[in-house]
């Protein structure tokens, strides 16, 4: 989905309120399981056949045409196979109402795109629908947030309609008829032009209102398509929503209507996102960040009940594919890595999963387990890196695709340190990657050693970033991260202290899951030299000091252990952290 011109309809049906019409076709209600027109017609072509003993044949259309002279319309066949309007009434009924088994099925029903358009509505965003749909289910989902909407659909409902610009409710123009009616415009010939009367009220609608159309195709509707074109100047911007690439009149009408052709993933997504971004707008002061603070104000409202688990999944799994698609459009590690270009890709990487890193912080803070276990599968997938035929690279510089999964790994740390989620830590440092990662590895990897390996020295690192500090890596992190941590922590030295405990914790949980036919090795980082200045300055009191002391205290009440981090056990804790430190000794930067 066009995410820029989607946020810009969001922002023109925000700051217009009730400024634009919806113009919705079969599309629709495909996710609903309803027929389309053609296929209604088709099937009752085949009922008709099957009277006169014909059960076979290739093309139902073709065979009526044949047979009759002219093509099938809704009328004739009805008269043909129901002689009273209860009949009718009836026969039509199984093409637009489920059945018991369909019910369960979720068949038939409002979809998730005609609930969305009812709380549009609502709100007060959306005043008039027009549609080429026979079935009832926008009226449903209407009613279901307690709306009775205006219905037109046929001229004779037009005397008797309240005028829209006093109409108290939304108003649905079912421009080709409905179901319950029996009169219905299906042929080429019907839907080549209306009444007068039905032209006038439509013509005059739509002058007054922006358009936003789902669904429709653009092609049958000849009548509807030459009153839009007969607009010149429309009052509001119109947006023409396609799934694929739209057709040449659909192209053409956009230009008519000086309007937007815009791609769509759907139906239930275009109305989900848009109701989603206009009610954040409520909500929130339009800033610069304002597409992050929408973001971030759906993720709250996401967290607040177990009832948006899908929304909630639906909404970081994209996030998380836009950060990866973001990362792999400047994958490639055919160069000689410069300070310019390491800087450069710090801000790529940053920049990507930004939206991610808010997003984990908060669910670590405020939502369940399984609302942080979501972020596990997208540490994996910005870890993965397919091998691209014919492609080279320079090494060194690969380890840069690492860069985006790094960033979320250790914000989601410093937040399992801060709000004592190690049960949660525990699962995600758990998981493995399989092959095509960044290193070019064919095997699968931990996650654990994928991104707590420091895969540029010391030395390097203090030539790519231009410091002198022992630990680049460490502030790398604490820089990249710390705007992420505004609000959350009273003082700065809090979340340095914090940065430190995970820095230190991440190296002893490496250390546990060593490969023990391996030598011994554990990464060191800035918290080396920050807990000696704890301890000499601050007598220990420092947050830092409290947290490992305590673990000497509470052994096995202490919360990582007690959580299920060093396999719930303080033995096996104090096993890799004499261990730890004793390397620590032999390696330490002087």
């Known amino acids: 989905m066009e995410i820029e011109r989607l946020t810009t309809l969001a922002f023109s049906m925000y700051t217009n309120k009730g400024a634009y019409a919806l113009l919705l076709g079969a599309g629709i209600s495909r996710s609903a399981h309803i027929p389309s027109g053609w296929e209604v017609v088709n099937i009752l072509i ?5 009277t006169k003993k014909i059960t076979n044949e290739d093309d139902w259309h073709k065979w009526y045409k044949n047979k009759y002279g002219h093509f099938a319309s809704y009328s004739s066949l009805l008269e043909s196979l129901a002689k009273t309007s209860t009949e009718r009434v009836q026969l039509m009924k199984g093409f637009f109402e489920p059945t018991e088994e369909e019910k369960e099925l979720g068949w ?16 007060g965003y959306i005043r008039v629908v027009f549609t080429t749909n026979f079935d009832r289910l926008l009226e449903r989902a209407l009613e279901m947030e307690g709306i009775t909407p205006q219905v037109i659909s046929q001229e004779s409902d037009l005397e008797k309609s309240t005028p829209i610009i006093h109409s108290k409710t939304i108003t649905v123009i079912k421009i080709n008829g409905d179901y319950i009616g029996c009169n219905f415009r299906n042929t080429t010939e019907e839907l080549s032009d209306y009444p007068e009367s039905m032209k006038n009220y439509v013509r005059q609608t739509l002058d007054d209102y922006g358009l936003i159309t789902c669904g429709w195709s653009a092609e049958w509707d000849k009548g509807l398509i030459n009153i839009i074109n007969s607009l010149s100047s429309p009052r509001y911007n119109s947006f023409f929503t396609t799934l694929g690439e739209a057709s040449d009149s659909m192209r053409t009408l956009a230009k008519s209507r000086h309007g937007e052709v815009m791609q769509i993933d759907g139906a239930d997504e275009l109305f989900s996102e848009l109701f989603e971004q206009v009610s954040a707008l409520e909500k929130i002061n339009v800033s610069n960040s304002i597409s992050n603070d929408m973001m971030m104000s759906r993720v709250k409202k996401y967290l607040s009940s177990d009832s948006y688990k899908i929304e909630f999944s639906d909404l ?14 400047k994958a490639n ?14 801000e790529i990487h940053h920049k990507a999963v930004k939206p991610l ?10 939502g369940k387990s399984y609302h942080i276990e979501v972020f596990g599968d997208i540490l994996i997938k910005l870890c993965t890196k397919p091998f691209i035929a014919g492609e080279s690279r320079r090494e060194g510089t690969q380890y840069l695709h690492s860069l985006g999964a790094t960033f979320l790994l250790n914000a989601i740390g410093i937040a399992c340190v801060k709000y004592e989620r190690f049960t949660e830590l525990n699962k995600i440092l758990k998981l493995s990657v399989p092959a095509e990662n960044f290193t070019g590895s064919n095997d699968r990897e931990s996650l654990l050693s994928l991104l707590v390996k420091q895969y540029w020295n010391p030395d390097t690192l203090k030539y790519l970033t231009g410091t002198t500090k022992y630990y680049p890596w460490s502030f790398i992190l604490i820089e990249q991260l710390r705007s992420h941590f505004n609000g959350y922590f009273t003082v700065d030295s809090e979340y340095e202290n914090t940065f430190y405990i995970w820095e230190h914790l991440e190296s002893l949980i490496y250390g546990y899951n060593r490969n023990p036919s391996q030598l011994f090795y554990v990464p060191g ?13 601050s007598d220990s009191k420092e947050p830092y000091c409290v947290f490992f002391n305590s ?20 033995d096996q804790y104090k096993n890799i952290f004499d261990l730890a430190e004793e390397y620590y ?3 330490m930067r002087h």
């Open 525 to 537: 980082g800035q918290f080396l030299y920050s807990r000696m200045n704890y301890e000499l300055y």
């Open 333 to 346: 590690f055919n160069f000689l890595l410069t300070p310019e270009l390491f800087s450069s890709y710090l």
């Open 316 to 329: 970081i799994e994209k996030m998380g594919t836009e950060a990866y698609d973001k990362i792999m459009a």
């Open 357 to 366: 890193l808010d997003a984990a912080i908060l669910s670590v803070r405020w």
């Open 585 to 587: 000794k032999k390696t």
């Open 551 to 570: 673990a000497d205290k509470l052994k096995e009440e202490w919360e990582p252990i007690k959580q299920g981090l060093f396999g719930r056990s303080y």
């Open 46 to 50: 085949e009922k008709l056949a099957a």
């Open 108 to 123: 038939k029903v409002p979809t998730k795109a005609h609930r969305a358009i009812a709380k549009l509505a609502k709100k």
